[in-house]
């Protein structure tokens, strides 16, 4: 039987920083901390994610270093397959660039950097292959995750955007 992990925001305001190249993500000191809540409450310290955000003038950043016990559960290789955004480990970014309630971009990765990129409507998914990149690493303690979102392939107002 599957059981999702639920990720706990600690902090309720996240204010990307401005960087001048996707590769300074690596030296930002301040993080967003998500803790594991769900299912195993017990492991909030073992299982956790340090998540970086930043932007430069085309893209939006995410670096999230996931601190996680173990092997990982990930095995496929195939985009677009739903098996990453329920089946198996995976980092998943809901970007909800067009004001908080509208549809939103969303965005699995596994740790073996396969890519599950739809666009999240109240009626479900609609295709949606962004113009992303990504890169995943093992690690001594799990495994890293970079994501660039260039700004010219996703719609965006100016206002208040959502993202889990």
């Not at 971009?105 to 962004?130: C, H």
């Amino acid at each position: 039987m599957y059981y999702a992990a639920l990720f706990m925001l600690l902090s309720f305001t996240i204010s990307p920083v401005k960087i001048n190249t996707w590769e300074e993500i690596y030296n930002l000191k301040e993080y967003v901390k998500l803790i594991k809540i769900y299912p195993d409450t017990s492991s909030l310290f073992r299982d956790s994610t340090q998540l970086f955000i930043g932007y430069t003038d085309k893209a939006l950043v995410f670096y999230a270093k996931n601190f996680q016990e173990g092997s990982y559960n990930a095995t496929i290789r195939k985009r677009d397959d739903e098996q990453i955004s329920g089946g198996e480990d995976a980092i998943t970014f809901i970007i909800s660039a067009n004001g908080i309630g509208k549809n939103a971009y969303y965005i699995a990765i596994n740790p073996l950097g396969t890519v599950f990129d739809k666009v999240m409507t109240r009626e479900g998914f609609v295709e949606w292959d962004g113009d992303i990149t990504v890169k995943t690493q093992k690690t001594s303690y799990g495994w890293d995750c970079l994501l660039l979102v260039p700004f010219r392939s996703i719609n965006f107002v100016r206002s208040t955007w959502g993202l889990q």
